[in-house]
């Protein structure tokens, strides 16, 4: 994000909100761990969050997120849902994220930009009563959506079979619109034991490597 462009305020009350070295376990069936919204920096470390409906829910306006060092089990939703964001600048990184029905890392209706995935065990992310199934879940088919420049390296990713389950799973608009998803880097992962290991719809400039 471009310094300038950034208010005094910004810098005294919106910066570099950090979480670390917390537990959180839902006792509510609507309960999500975390909503970051409307924040710089936002900085989470060294938690467990398990038994939510989603792990870390981020939305709208939020900038150069950081996440690692965190357990993210056991969730009815998503472990980390990046929901209708517009986001410059995410690390996630030297995480468990694991058995979340709805998708360990999903994204969806959002604006994207430099998203790096490294060095997770992202496991067993998957509904069999679901018509689709993802551990990282890459969805910019929505009008206005893209999610580009970013890299998902290192890491540990696998699931059971499910019906239309993938490891990874990365949609753009539509063939003739490509654009919109891709610019990515998936190398050096262990990725195995869904239906589809890598799944690829309407992306452009995609580079799968050392799977």
């Known amino acids: 994000a471009d310094p300038t462009s950034f208010s ?3 810098w005294t009350s919106q910066r570099m909100p950090t979480i670390q070295h917390l537990e959180i376990e839902g006792k509510h069936s609507d309960a999500d761990g975390f ?18 409906r989603n792990g870390i829910h981020i939305r709208q306006h939020a900038r ?3 996440i690692s060092h965190c357990h993210i089990y056991h969730n009815r939703g998503v472990g980390v849902f990046l929901d209708s964001v517009n986001l410059h600048q995410a690390i996630i990184a030297n995480s468990h994220i694991s058995y979340c029905l709805q998708g360990g890392i999903k994204v969806i209706n959002s604006e994207i930009r430099n998203l790096h995935i490294t060095g997770n065990d992202i496991e067993y992310n998957y509904d069999v009563k679901a018509d689709i199934s ?3 879940w890459i969805d910019s088919s929505q009008d206005h959506s893209s999610v580009r420049e970013g890299s ?4 540990t990713v696998q699931a059971n079979y499910s019906p239309g389950g ?5 949609i753009g608009h539509h063939p003739e619109k490509n654009h919109k998803a891709g610019m990515f880097t998936i190398s050096g992962n262990l990725i ?8 690829l719809i309407a992306c452009r400039g995609v580079v799968v490597s050392g799977m």
């Open 8 to 10: 005094t305020d910004i």
């Open 152 to 155: 998902i390296v290192s890491n």
């Open 35 to 52: 909503w970051i919204e409307g924040t710089m920096q936002s900085t989470l470390v060294g938690i467990l969050l398990r038994k939510l």
């Open 166 to 170: 993938a490891n990874i799973l990365m």
């Open 64 to 66: 150069n997120v950081l």
């Open 192 to 199: 195995g034991s869904q239906e589809t290991n890598v799944n």
């Open 134 to 136: 993802a551990d990282i």
